[in-house]
T-cell receptor
Framework: QVTLQESGPGLVRPSETLSLTCAVS????????WGWVRQSAGKGLEWIGR?????????NPSLKSRVAMSIDVSRNQFSLRMNSMTAADSAVYYC????????FGAGTGFDIWGQGTTVVVSS | DIQMTQSPSSLSASVGDRVTITCRAS??????LNWYQQKPGMAPKLLIY???TLHSGVPSRFSGSASGTNYTLTITGLRPEDFATYFC?????????FGRGTKLEI
């Protein structure tokens, strides 16, 4: 059974960069994408983006200019970096397994999620 | 972006009831519509994908259907553990988008 676990700072200063890592128990299966979703009271559930073991990624256009994703198959983990953080970026950040094909095809949902990590942006 | 309009935002029901939650897509999502259940302090759980296919382990009292760009989640015979918040999600286009959720309360 694959499990996901997010790690990273709970507090980020405004204008700084958030770095989160998702550790995957088991191999990073190339059948799937590996993604990030955040949830806040103001915006609800918001898809941030996803990455494949090939390195191919897709990002939400609303965040694309501030987000980078990477994947490390040897360490069974993938990461999110988001710069220029503001209070509006305060949220619970989840990593998830994304059942989407390589490319921009349709998918069948996010079947495994991490427990989530709360990020607060404050000075 | 495809907008997902979910209704109602909250719903009161009793154990044993049948309830329906609706999600309307702003354009065609080719039935790539998923439903999730979320309980407080926990991550969402996938219930149904591609409109009507139950995810592994999901009880048969959950069902999904569609009419055009309107999608419906039905729970028949509510159990105490079903009181939670439900979200729809389209995975037809990028960016993936979610509805704002329906809180099902006792």
């Amino acid at each position: 059974q694959v499990t996901l676990q997010e790690s990273g700072p709970g507090l980020v200063r405004p204008s700084e960069t958030l770095s989160l890592t998702c550790a995957v128990s088991g191999a990073l299966d190339s059948t799937y994408h590996w993604g990030w979703v955040r949830q806040s009271a103001g915006k609800g559930l918001e898809w941030i983006g996803r990455i494949h073991v090939s390195g191919h990624s897709a990002l939400n256009p609303s965040l694309k200019s501030r987000v980078a994703m990477s994947i490390d198959v040897s360490r069974n983990q993938f990461s999110l970096r988001m710069n220029s953080m503001t209070a509006a970026d305060s949220a619970v950040y989840y990593c998830a397994r994304d059942r989407s094909p390589l490319g921009f095809g349709a998918g069948t949902g996010f079947d495994i999620w991490g427990q989530g990590t709360t990020v607060v942006v404050s000075s | 972006d495809i907008q997902m309009t979910q209704s109602p935002s909250s719903l009161s029901a009793s154990v044993g009831d049948r309830v329906t939650i609706t999600c309307r897509a702003s354009q065609s999502v080719d039935d790539y519509l998923n439903w999730y259940q979320q309980k407080p302090g926990m991550a969402p759980k996938l219930l149904i994908y591609e409109t009507s296919t139950l995810h592994s382990g999901v009880p048969s009292r959950f069902s999904g259907s569609a009419s055009g760009t309107n999608y419906t989640l039905t729970i028949t015979g509510l159990r105490p553990e079903d009181f939670a918040t439900y979200f729809c999600q389209q995975t037809s286009n990028v960016p993936r988008t979610f509805g704002r959720g329906t809180k099902l309360e006792i």
